[in-house]
């Protein structure tokens, strides 16, 4: 299991379109994705639970993955929500 603490980049922080991409970026891989952020965990590749979450740009969450390809899902994951 790789976790890494990443901080939220996309100006408008992770309203519907961001997060609709984000799943899209996260269902590519195998492995578990989850993105946690404050008490709050979900899992990356379900939409509404992503919504929940209600994240704003500039604040940090940590997103763990476990499987196969790990390592590929937290580094395209990082990249996308790291972007401006």
Avoid: F, W
Wanted: hydrophobic share 40%.
């Amino acid at each position: 299991m790789i976790t890494k603490d990443i901080v939220i980049n996309i100006p408008t922080g992770l309203e519907a379109r961001p997060v609709a991409q984000l799943v899209q970026v996260a269902s590519q891989y195998e492995s578990s994705i989850h993105v946690a952020c404050g008490d709050k965990k979900v899992n990356a590749k379900s939409i509404m639970g992503m919504m929940s979450l209600g994240i704003s740009s500039g604040e940090t969450v940590t997103v763990s993955a476990e499987g196969s390809d790990e390592k590929a899902a937290i580094e395209n994951i990082e990249k996308y929500l790291s972007s401006k």
